[in-house]
């Protein structure tokens, strides 16, 4: 577990707002090895963007409030640096794409001035070379460079999200956040928007954090997967372990809800109830009441963290007598 | 012998805009039988949803018909309308917006049954009301509840037992899941199967997202630019598929699996839109495979194998 | 499935039930201490409004002239003061109270009715109608408001009911914007072609679903109006063209007050913060209801 | 651009028509005799009657307003039945005055409004907002001619710095500059505050901070040109209020302009020139607004794309 570009560790996050607060994220541990990507899969309300913002430090404040833990970038504790540093290292060693290319670009400047503008704060060059750079950063996402001068509103979606995408590496960044990059997107224009995320990955060589709901697209594109409910990582490991070897009850649940393409006969099993009320999580294990391998203990007891080898681990009481526990696979 | 309950003939529907006429539905056929699924699925733009709410007309067509149970709903007044109503019925995607805001659970799963005098009496109404709850799983004690107080699944749910309230046959799906989340999706397809087993509903399933019409229909549509490009029994279909847009859509599909890697297909440009199309097959910009006569003219849907129709110039070579 | 029992429990479980929503809006209205401040003003004024005759005698207090007593400072008989003419300035203010906040009201029902009903049906028929309809009111709405208040009261002459049918038609087009505004934006909404594909007719969809959904903002924009509208009446008052004296409005208080500023400003001070308090409160109220309806701040 | 420009000017004309048509027709339902006001209280029967018939009184309004019309292209909007001298030189004798009242007035607003409605929104919740909040709320429900007496009161009867009224050089153009701007730059700045606040929620914001943009420089650059929008149109409408609020303010401030030029004619009866300076007034307001819609143009690509 060597050479790590990022390193969250305990990460807890609250939402303070009138109604009470909302445990957003309560002790995320997550790593990102160089060069690498990492899935971070959960579903609406589980915390993902959340922690993304965390890492930005763009955790809107009031009402977030980052309660306690510790996110280290190359070595450097990101929570204890002043705006001044951080708007140092945003654009530059860690950047971020976020879910609706439709509204993530500024409707009232040009696609080239917007890309320039990172390049003029990092890379301390004039107007007419970050403007070059700007054109050479749309033909890399596969945008003719002489459309650098036109306003947002004159591209599809699927060209909107290439010109976040080169914004965010206009300065070759060592890590790359993407918040549900393809989700907005249509399914033959996503196909062709992680093709270039993938390509770029190679090309730029920098770590990614992928945030998603589509384990379809973490197979793609993913090296390792952390599995996030409720605030809580509950299962990690390699895209293999994971994918192969599923230990955690929730991630099956995931797996058994979406529908197989290649098997129509396939039946769907579906994870019954919803998502705990982040204003009133559970005592125990967040997953306990919807979880069908539920015991007493669950109820009661925060799950321990067990390993399996290096990289594998989930959070779940199932597994503290009997490693060996097996899934049943949902498919009766 | 099953029997054909809709039937869609030759049906168009074009909107006026600053830019020209925007061909949103362009001459398109198909049939439903009774107790069927029909899957319309297309990418953003493609004319599914228009061609889902001209048939229940939600909206006026420009041209063609569509025939529910032998009579042309086009040539309807506004009662005839109103009874047929009562058996084809819409679920809309957004489950947010399809709601009123200032109605309660109940109210809104009564004001169908209410509106067309199907209960007159108000116990007997709240009676029928609770039954349907139940029938879609919603807790009887959020009868009383706003639909903003609940889930994107529950509120789905609302929206299900208000189509079914009425004498119900026929139900256009408009993307019914896709915006939930995935353990949620699952659960309301689930739902809409096994009220279709128990009630012998018909539904037209119109989505994005092939996976999902794949383990609910019989037959699946494809639409593109306000064309119909292929149609096949399902199971065809996936196996099969002939239309070049049709490939690219199955192979874009990302796979959460890690064995069976599926070669994909990368289609150039975007989805544009069709407004004041020229006789062309309306892909060939974007086809890998497209040759002067797609460029030069329409392709015509024909059927190459029982029940499975394409329209591509190329498949003739 | 369902037998009478499970019924009779489950209707029990749910007497506790329904919040209605105008109990949610004041619940939120409540933590706004402005806008508390504001109906707490508002309510004195209503008050002193209808019990005016309790509180001063009209003919006595507000209208003879008493010119032994002209020009009085505040003091404990005559708290604001006399004016030129003798008469008790606070009892003059009490009776004004009646006619700005009752022009104010009547003035903004006829905007409302009026602008509201072409407002509804040029948003929800959209097309030509709309066209036609909002071209007129281009037409309206290119004369300043005041200024075509003023016109219209000028040619039909100064009185209490021309006065509010001059603030009345003046508000129209810009009662007839938002009402369309708040229509359009409802109009588009699922839960319409819902009610539509239930077999809903225009009459039920408009009464049931569109108008009670665009409410919000209409209700606030009426709030601001009755402010603006209190405001507009004493401008009008004030250069001689609203209520005419001796009758008591506070425009017409200050314009009589003007010449007696230098030595006398108490004169022009009470009337003024009367419309300040009543303009304010209003303008509180209308505030603290646009956020306590706004439902995107739950 | 160009287009734009033009199909705006283009879609003036039908509404100043408009305008003209429906003021002249209200104008026209003022009771009372024009001839035999300007004649006098001994004129005789048949004068008056001659009189009226020079003045083409007898004629339908429509043929009258017709009439008016066509004098208008040609800048004759007849004459003052009090003075006897044309309308035009009166109010283009008057309207400079009106002019330099009213822009002042603007860019005094606009000039505060702007920079507090930007900061109260960056600070929303602070004592600056709150308190800055109050203020401008306070200063939506003071009615201006009651400010006017006010700051009379204070800055000319007890600290003698301004004049009381009338209109002898910049110096006295001060306090009803400033009292004319006070109800403008409360609800511009409000304006600009809510605006401000929604911008800053958006997601290019947050595209723009994930790039390393500095806090001021996200207000500047990327925030404040997307709240001009809805502010501008504040701005125009304000104008419009300003224009009917100067009204008020040029009666208290004895400031010789078209407000009070009307004002005196419509006390005097004098319908041309109450005609007059309506149909001035709302030409100024349509022109505004134009110029607003070009302002627009300029800010905001998407309308400039929409005519190209």
């Not at chain 1, 996503?190 to 190679?202: C, H, I, R, S």
């Not at chain 2, 006429?21 to 362009?26: F, G, R, S, Y």
């Not at chain 2, 228009?50 to 040539?75: H, S």
């Not at chain 4, 790039?211 to 420089?217: A, E, F, I």
Request: with cysteine; net charge neutral.
């Amino acid at each position: 577990m060597s050479d790590k570009l990022l390193k969250i560790e305990d990460l807890v996050v609250h939402y303070i707002t009138d109604d009470g607060v909302v445990e957003a994220v309560n002790g995320v541990n997550i790593g990102v090895d160089r060069g690498k990507t990492l899935g971070l899969v959960g579903e609406t309300g589980a915390g993902k963007t959340t922690t993304a913002l965390s890492i930005m430090r763009l955790i809107p404040h009031p009402p977030g409030k980052i309660v306690s833990g510790s996110i280290e970038l190359e070595g450097t504790d990101l929570l204890s640096l002043k705006e001044s540093r951080l708007e140092k290292i945003r654009g530059d060693v860690v950047s971020m794409i976020f879910q609706d290319p439709m509204t993530a670009l500024n409707p009232v400047i040009t696609v080239g001035d917007q890309i320039a503008e990172a390049i003029m704060i990092h890379q301390k060059v004039g107007q007419s070379k970050a403007a070059q750079k700007a054109r050479e950063m749309l033909e890399i996402v596969g945008i003719p460079g002489n459309r650098a001068g036109e306003y947002p509103h004159q591209f599809s979606g699927g060209m909107k999200q290439r010109v976040v995408i080169a914004i965010a590496l206009s300065c070759n960044p060592k890590l790359l956040i993407a918040d549900e990059p393809t989700t907005a997107l249509d399914v033959t224009i996503q196909a062709q928007v992680l093709e270039l995320m993938k390509n770029l990955k190679d090309k730029f060589q920098m770590g990614m954090v992928l945030i998603t709901h589509d384990l379809g697209v973490v197979a793609e594109v993913c090296d390792d997967v952390a599995i996030m409910y409720a605030g809580r990582i509950v299962e990690q490991g390699t895209l293999e372990e994971v994918f192969n070897t599923v230990k955690h009850p929730y991630t099956e649940g995931l797996f058994n809800s979406i529908p197989n393409i290649d098997d129509r006969r396939d039946k769907l099993k579906p994870i019954r109830g919803l998502m705990s009320d982040p204003y009133n999580l559970p005592k125990g294990c967040s997953f306990y009441d919807r979880c069908d391998y539920a015991m007493p203990v669950c109820e009661t007891q925060k799950p321990p963290k067990i390993h399996f080898g290096e990289t594998h681990f989930v959070e779940c009481h199932l597994y503290q007598e009997q490693q060996d526990f097996k899934l049943n696979g949902g498919k009766e | 012998m099953s029997e054909v309950i809709l039937q869609v003939k030759n049906l168009k529907k074009y909107f006026d805009t600053p830019r020209g006429k925007l061909h949103a539905v362009d001459d398109i056929n198909f049939s439903i039988e009774k107790g069927k699924t029909l899957g319309l699925v297309g990418e953003s733009g493609c004319g599914k949803s228009t061609t889902g709410r001209v048939i229940l007309r939600l909206l006026e067509a420009t041209e063609g018909e569509v025939f529910y149970e032998g009579v042309n709903i086009n040539e309807l007044d506004y009662e005839g309308m109103r009874k047929l109503r009562k058996e084809m019925q819409i679920i809309f995607q957004d489950p947010f917006s399809s709601l009123d805001p200032r109605m309660t659970v109940s109210e809104i799963i009564e004001e169908p049954i209410k509106l067309n005098k199907i209960i007159t009496d108000p116990k007997e109404r709240f009676e029928r009301v609770l039954e349907l709850m139940d029938l879609v799983g919603l807790s009887r004690r959020l009868m009383n509840t706003y639909p903003h107080e609940l889930d994107g699944g529950r509120r789905q749910r609302i929206g299900i037992a208000r189509a079914l309230a009425l004498n119900t046959k026929f139900i256009v799906c408009d993307e019914p899941v896709s915006a939930l989340d995935v353990s949620i999706q699952a659960q309301i397809l689930n739902l809409l199967k096994e009220l279709q087993r128990k009630l012998g509903l018909t539904y037209i399933f119109i989505t994005h997202d092939l996976s999902v019409v794949n383990h609910f229909s019989d037959d699946i549509a494809v639409m593109y630019l306000g064309k119909l490009i292929e149609k096949a029994p399902a199971e065809r279909l996936f196996t099969n598929p002939i239309h070049p847009y049709t490939k690219a859509l199955l192979s874009a599909i990302p796979r959460p699996t890690l064995d069976k890697k599926v070669e994909k297909i990368i289609l150039k440009g975007e989805i544009t839109s069709p407004i004041n199309p020229e006789n062309n097959c309306r892909f060939s910009d974007r086809c890998n495979h497209a040759q002067d006569i797609c460029r030069a003219s329409e392709p015509p849907l024909e059927e190459v194998f029982p029940g499975h129709f394409v329209a591509c110039h190329l498949f003739k070579e | 499935m369902s037998n009478k029992s499970e019924v009779i429990a489950t209707e029990n479980l749910i007497k506790t039930k329904k919040r209605s929503q105008g109990a949610d809006v004041w619940r939120r209205l409540k933590k706004s201490p402005t806008a508390m401040i504001g109906l707490g003003i508002i309510i004195l004024f209503l008050f002193m409004a209808v019990f005016a005759p309790m509180i001063a005698d009209y003919d006595d207090e507000a209208i003879k002239m008493n010119i032994k007593e002209r020009l009085q400072p505040p003091s404990s008989t005559h708290v604001f003061g006399t004016d030129e003419f003798g008469r008790d300035i606070f009892a003059r203010i009490v009776w004004g109270t009646r006619i700005s906040l009752f022009v104010g009201l009547i003035s903004v029902s006829i905007a409302l009715s009026i602008g509201g009903f072409l407002g509804a049906i040029a948003g929800y028929y959209g097309g030509r109608l709309d066209n036609a309809i909002m071209r007129v009111l281009d037409v309206l709405l290119a004369i300043p408001t005041i200024l075509l208040a003023i016109t219209i009261v000028a040619a039909l002459g100064a009185s209490v009911l021309n006065l509010m049918i001059a603030v009345g038609v003046s508000n129209i087009p810009g009662f007839a914007r938002v009402v369309r505004a708040a229509v359009l934006s409802v109009k588009d909404e699922e839960f319409i072609e819902a009610a539509r594909a239930i077999g809903a007719n225009d009459f039920i969809i408009i009464t049931r679903h569109v108008l009670p959904n665009s409410m919000a903002p209409i209700i606030v924009f009426a709030t601001l109006k009755v402010a603006s509208s209190i405001m507009g009446i004493s401008s009008l008052s004030f250069i001689g063209l609203g209520v005419q004296p001796p009758t008591p409005e506070w425009g017409g208080m200050l314009a009589s007050g003007r010449a007696y500023i230098r030595d006398y400003m108490y004169i022009v001070m009470f009337p003024g913060l009367a419309i300040v308090f009543a303009v304010l409160s209003l303008n509180l109220i209308g505030d603290g209801l646009r956020d306590a309806l706004d439902p995107k701040l739950k | 651009m160009t287009r734009y420009i033009l199909r705006r000017i283009f879609m003036m004309i039908p509404v100043m028509l408009g305008v003209t048509l429906l003021v002249f027709f209200i104008i026209s339902l003022t009771p009372g005799d024009a001839a035999s006001m300007i004649l006098g209280q001994e004129a005789t029967e048949e004068s008056i009657q001659e009189l009226r018939e020079e003045m083409g009184l007898n004629d339908p309004t429509a043929v009258q307003y017709v009439r008016y019309m066509g004098g208008l292209f040609q800048g004759d909007m007849g004459r003052s039945y009090a003075t006897g001298k044309t309308v035009s030189s009166e109010i283009a004798q008057r309207f400079p005055n009106t002019f330099v009242l009213t822009v002042s007035a603007i860019f005094l607003s606009v000039l505060i409004s702007i920079p507090i409605g930007v900061v109260s929104a960056t600070k929303q919740y602070s004592i600056f907002d709150n308190v800055g909040m109050i203020i401008a709320l306070v200063g939506i429900s003071m009615p201006s001619f009651w400010t006017g007496l006010l700051l009379i009161i204070a800055f000319s009867l007890t600290l003698g710095w301004f004049p009381s009224g009338g209109m002898e050089g910049f110096i006295s153009l001060i306090l009803p500059a400033f009292t004319l701007a006070i109800a403008s730059t409360a609800s511009i700045t409000r304006t600009t505050r809510s605006s401000m606040l929604e911008v800053i929620r958006q997601d290019y914001i947050n595209t723009a901070k994930a790039k390393g943009v500095s806090k001021n420089v996200v207000i500047r650059k990327h925030a404040l040109k997307n709240a001009l929008i809805p502010a501008i149109t504040v701005i125009g409408l304000e104008f419009g209020i300003l224009l009917g609020g100067a009204v008020l303010t040029e009666t208290v401030f004895s400031w010789p302009g078209i407000g009070r030029l009307m004002v005196e004619s419509i006390q005097r009866k004098d319908t041309p020139m109450v005609l007059g300076s309506v149909i001035v007034f709302a030409l100024a307001f349509s022109v505004v607004n134009l110029i607003i819609d070009i302002l627009y143009a300029f800010i905001d690509p998407r309308i400039k794309s929409n005519y190209s």
